[in-house]
């Protein structure tokens, strides 16, 4: 019988690199409420293939719905956003981050720390691995009659970056993206700036790596599930290509470098994780409306998530990608087309299966997630597949993004109990 | 000449058919011979032509089809097209094709592209992507390389070279084919009662399956035969349907809705048989021909960008005005990303221009017709009622 689900506590434990990056993300939704005194301009866009270090060049201020819509779920309001939008006539099938953003529009467009979320002067359509993006945009776009710019990032179907499609993309930015930002901003765009920017990225992504790829130790030193949600936080929005993104993932390296030489496992909510039992792979992004609840039944059990595809939605960085001044644009159109979505189903399963080796993995936990096409289509298959090669089990949790009529704590919480016996019996059979 | 029934029937027999007994047929016929499936939306099928080769719509299972491996590779929150199609493959229905085409519709069919590549890695499969900026040294530019790059895909089959010349005989006949339905599309606009939409869905469906030098005689003698029946004519709502371009409503369904008092007299099936607007010039490069043309003369559709929010939409509401449509049924397969997310802008459109519209889903396989028919019969009594 499943054990009783238990509530987390309500004191939290954070170090100091989590205080500095809620400090950094609260940051940019201080600036976003103040536009009306600060005079900033405002382009909104989204996580994968987004191009802050461009946008900074024109001195706008950038809003990311979709880290709004998971503030949103984070602090258990995305769900009254999500019905208000479906009142509206959007379906209950779709995307709910499409959903909670609309819904937020409605009901007065307040962001999730208090302060009103500003209208956009640009839409950044970065239509990057994601369908929905697309539409999403027009949606707004429809409500808003704003300038919209459209980049187009070819999907990678064959499984490699083309020169045609680097190309296209650059060509886009010359003739789509920077004049349209130069229109909207009044600032003349400087290519040295952008390339300060992309130094700055480079840096960041160093040592975003490095904390990445510290899970290999065991004990792993952080979760690179729950946790990574928190690291990838300032390198995935308005922070890439900042000295303050440089700074963060200093001191984060710092803090688990400190934690690898004491020899000791993830911070959680709840206190560092002592006793790592069993070291999992995740495939899709997590539930957020319960995700305390959702990191709990992993690290009651001993679990500790040691590499995840959702913390590569905004960049690969692992497989060797960095953003390189010497080649601004063209460094940009890569990593766009780098992304994890962008790549198609046999990369992804090659980039998993390599996760498991890698990382010295017991097994693969897809949480596939209602809302995702993007991700979710397909993800039977890959588990199938890496279960094959790699003779790891896998197992699949159903859940959403942010409408917490998708999250069944109890039926998750079985499946994750049957599956960490499913590990332990293999274990015992020398698997 | 075939009468009316005759060529409705063979149509039916084509449309019933998930071992595709015709393209096979049509293969075993000649040494040599491939058949290259493509997925809905739009492929440039005077490549495939050109090359020698079978364009085969694959576009599901319909409600025929029991799917039981394709279930175990889907979520339930995921529409059903994929799932029947990886089934037609995993029962080998589709043994006999030499390479799949999966346009960039969304992303289910995107990843669909990545899960043949894994189940059948013996076989070409192709994610076809299409330009979404339509600048022609941009877009245009970036899709003349996909075409060429689709092209060097064929030629390693057939392992022969795609000419220039057949090329523009390919263009020219698939000209011929978006003409003709072009003009099926008309008369059925003005005498609906001559031209149901169910054989009209059929001889479409049928373009799908067979040779496009056959289709454009069979749409040719269909339009003879219908043209000379005296058939009842009703008094219908006349209605433009909306949102079913990628998993196909069962034949039923589209019954049901004429059967429940509309004469359907625009629709978005099939796109790719009258995707382009206007004619692609045989008079110069065809590459660039298919390219531009692509750019500047394609149907208005969800998974397509619309640049200008000013026409966002409009398209629409040009349809209903001139085919003289009383209303709009939006009918999108369930979990539809494209129809469904577009959904509420195409209403807001239809809002403002007082055009009436509902709304339902549905899949391949719906069996229950009764709500579909109460919902479009009570649509049509209202726009006769009240519009």
């Not at chain 1, 187009?152 to 650059?170: A, C, E, F, Q, W």
């Not at chain 2, 089809?65 to 929150?77: F, H, K, N, R, T």
Request: hydrophobic letters at 35%; charged letters at 25%; a negative charge.
């Amino acid at each position: 019988m499943s054990a009783p689900i238990r509530k987390p506590s309500t004191d939290v434990q954070k170090d100091a690199s989590m205080a500095k990056q809620k400090a950094m993300i609260d940051s940019n939704f201080d600036r976003l409420g103040n536009v009306k005194n600060s005079g900033e301009k405002v382009s909104y866009t989204f996580v994968p293939g987004n191009l802050n270090e461009l946008v900074m060049c024109f001195d706008m201020v950038g809003n990311y719905p979709e880290i709004n819509a998971i503030q949103n779920g984070l602090r258990k309001t995305s769900g009254g956003m999500i019905m208000e939008a479906e009142k509206w006539g959007h379906s209950e099938d779709v995307c709910t981050y499409v959903k909670a953003d609309i819904g937020m529009m409605r009901k007065g467009n307040i962001g999730p720390t208090g302060q009103p979320i500003p209208e956009p002067d640009i839409l950044m359509l970065s239509y990057t691995g994601c369908y929905t993006f697309l539409k999403w945009f027009e949606l707004l776009r429809h409500d808003y009659k704003c300038e919209t710019a459209m980049l187009h990032v070819p999907y990678t179907g064959d499984g490699v970056i083309t020169k045609s499609m680097i190309d296209y993309v650059v060509k886009q930015l010359k003739e789509e993206v920077i004049p349209k930002y130069e229109k909207v901003s009044g600032v003349k765009f400087d290519i040295d700036r952008l390339r300060q920017n992309l130094a700055y990225s480079a840096q960041a992504e160093d040592d975003f790596v490095w904390v990445l790829e510290s899970a290999k130790n065991k004990p792993s030193p952080i979760d690179a599930y729950f946790g990574g949600i928190y690291y990838i936080g300032p390198i995935f929005t308005a922070f890439r290509g900042t000295d303050l993104a440089v700074d963060y993932y200093k001191t984060l390296r710092t803090e688990i470098e400190e934690r690898i030489r004491k020899g000791q496992g993830p911070i959680t909510p709840e206190g560092e994780m002592k006793n790592e039992k069993y070291r999992i792979v995740t495939e899709g992004p997590p539930n957020y409306t319960s995700m305390r609840e959702f990191w709990k039944m992993f690290y009651d059990e001993g679990a500790v998530v040691v590499a995840s595809t959702y913390t590569k939605v905004g960049g690969t960085y692992d497989f060797g990608f960095r953003h390189d001044p010497s080649r601004p644009l063209e460094s940009l159109a890569e990593y766009c087309l780098n992304c994890y979505t962008n790549r198609n189903l046999p990369e992804r399963t090659r980039m998993l299966e390599s996760y498991i080796n890698n990382y010295e993995a017991d097994g693969l936990l897809i949480n596939s997630i209602k809302s995702c096409n993007s991700f979710a289509a397909g993800e039977l298959m890959m588990m199938r597949e890496v279960e094959k090669r790699t003779g790891k089990p896998a197992a699949f949790v159903e859940t959403d993004l942010v409408d917490p009529r998708y999250f069944s704590a109890a039926n998750v919480k079985n499946r994750l109990e049957s599956y960490f016996q499913m590990i332990d019996q293999k274990r015992r059979a020398g698997v | 000449m075939a009468t009316r029934e005759e060529i409705v029937d063979r149509c039916q027999e084509l449309y019933d058919d998930l071992n595709f007994t015709s393209a096979r047929a049509w293969k075993d016929a000649e040494a040599g011979r491939h058949v290259i499936g493509f997925m809905p939306m739009y492929v440039p099928r005077e490549i495939i032509h050109a090359a020698g080769m079978l364009p085969l719509g694959i576009l599901g299972g319909g409600d025929q089809l029991e799917v039981i491996q394709g279930d175990a590779y889907y979520q339930s929150y995921i529409c059903r097209i994929p799932r029947s199609t990886i089934e037609l493959l995993l029962t080998e229905r589709l043994n006999f094709v030499d390479g799949m085409l999966f346009p960039s519709i969304c992303d289910v069919i995107r990843n669909l592209s990545g899960m043949w590549k894994l189940l059948r890695p013996d076989v070409y499969a192709h994610y076809f992507d299409v330009p979404q900026n339509y600048l022609r040294d941009v877009g245009g530019e970036f899709y003349i390389h996909e075409l060429n790059v689709l092209k060097e895909g064929l030629e390693k089959i057939s392992g022969r070279k795609v000419t220039d010349e057949a090329l523009k005989n390919s263009i020219t006949l698939y000209n011929e084919n978006r003409k003709l339905t072009r003009e099926l599309y008309k008369f059925r606009a003005e005498k609906p009662w001559l031209a149901p939409s169910s054989e009209i869905y059929l001889i479409n469906r049928a373009g799908m399956l067979i040779p496009v030098e056959d289709h454009n005689v069979l749409i040719r003698d269909y339009i003879n035969a219908a043209r000379e029946e005296d058939r009842p004519k009703r008094d219908n709502s006349r209605v433009v349907l909306s949102g079913s371009f990628c998993e196909q409503p069962p034949l039923n369904l589209i019954k049901s809705i004429e059967m429940a008092g509309c004469y359907v007299v625009d629709d978005d099936y099939m796109l790719v048989n009258r995707w382009f607007t206007k004619e692609v010039p045989t008079d110069c490069d065809p590459m660039e021909a298919l390219s531009y043309t692509f750019l500047e003369a394609s149907v208005k559709m969800p998974s397509c960008f619309e640049p200008n929010e000013d026409i966002k939409g409009q398209f629409l509401v040009d349809t209903v005005r001139e085919n003289g449509a009383e209303g709009v049924i939006f009918a999108a397969a369930s979990f539809c990303d494209p129809a469904l997310l577009e959904r509420p802008i195409l209403q807001d459109v239809l809002n403002l221009a007082e055009i009436p519209h509902v709304s339902f889903k549905y899949s391949e396989n719906t069996g229950q017709m009764q709500p579909i028919r109460e919902q479009a019969g009570t649509f049509a009594d209202s726009i006769k009622l009240w519009s």
